[in-house]
């Protein structure tokens, strides 16, 4: 009850009749963005929530030859009151040239233009400090294994400075659209998707969607923006994005999945020639007595 007092309920009349046995797709469509924006910008509204989020992609980097790199992502994400803290981790975990076998030094050049280590704080919704890390603090036994647990996997007083930023400037700089807290900043309605699909779990309470986004519309225009930014690239852009979430019938998000694919080229004469394939994925929870791995830190310091 506590989880989900304050925010948007669903609106019924918003959504497709599931009992009728053909629906237009426009009207599924517009379902499937209504649903997928709701539970986004409830995120806003709870008092509590957290995730750990996966991901994982595979990129191949054109030196004289194509190499591959494969490379894993972690993140933990909570909202506490006004408060959220972010940390993430990004570490290449194998490598391939052409159409060998792997290679130990494509491993190592791949690790040290894309291992990262970042976290991102704010105690008040007003000020938030951000702390970028690359491979140099990284542990030297680091492994994804070791994230966001008691042991270390990153070394904080090798990365960069601390930055300091009003909320605002956060916003901008890292291209969230309305809220520091959603999950996801994409224009999504029933104009920037090419198909969807909406169905409903009566057992457990939730709806499935799948959103295949039109990639030719303004619909990933902040995604691009910041994977531009991220690559220092001015070329890239988005071949395919999938989303799938599934959305409690209270109206907040129970799973959230990104499937994509863009292409480009990163860094001075290095491309990516329509070869980097990403997936991301997070479960949900907005009980902060059942998540007690999942709290904000209490003793930090670092952005003092």
């Known amino acids: 009850e506590q989880a989900i007092e304050g925010i948007d309920p669903i609106d019924e009349s918003k959504l497709i009749k599931f009992s009728e046995e053909s629906v237009a ?47 894993e992502v972690r993140e933990v994400r909570i909202k506490d009151g006004a408060a959220m803290y972010m940390e993430t981790m990004g570490e290449v975990v194998s490598g391939r040239l052409g159409d060998g076998g792997n290679f130990s030094f494509i491993v190592s050049a791949c690790r040290a233009l894309l291992d990262y280590g970042n976290r991102k704080y704010t105690p008040d919704g007003v000020t938030m400090y951000r702390q970028e890390g690359g491979t140099s603090c990284l542990d030297p036994d680091y492994s994804l294994n070791n994230f966001y647990t008691d042991q270390p996997y990153i070394n904080w007083d090798k990365c960069d400075d601390v930055e300091s930023m009003t909320i605002q400037e956060f916003m901008k700089d890292e291209y969230y659209r309305n809220s520091y807290f959603e999950t996801n900043s994409s224009e999504i309605n029933a104009k920037t998707l090419k198909e969807a699909k909406v169905t409903h779990n009566d057992a457990e309470g939730y709806y499935e969607i799948e959103l295949v986004v039109d990639v030719t519309t303004n619909a990933l225009t902040l995604a691009t923006q910041s994977t531009r930014n991220s690559a220092n690239s001015d070329d890239i852009v988005f071949v395919y994005q999938t989303i799938k979430c599934e959305v409690w019938d209270c109206g907040l998000f129970r799973y959230y999945s990104t499937d994509d694919s863009w292409e480009g080229s990163i860094k001075a004469g290095i491309s990516l020639g329509g070869s980097s394939v990403n997936f991301w994925e997070k479960y949900f929870t907005y009980n902060k007595e059942m998540a007690p791995g999942l709290q904000i830190p209490t003793d930090m310091t670092w952005y003092k």
């Open 25 to 71: 797709d426009a009207d599924v469509e517009a379902t499937a963005a209504y649903l997928f924006n709701l539970a986004n910008a409830n995120l806003a509204k709870v008092d509590y929530y957290a995730n750990k989020a996966t991901g994982n992609g595979v990129a191949t980097i054109t030196i004289g030859e194509d190499a591959s790199g494969s490379m």
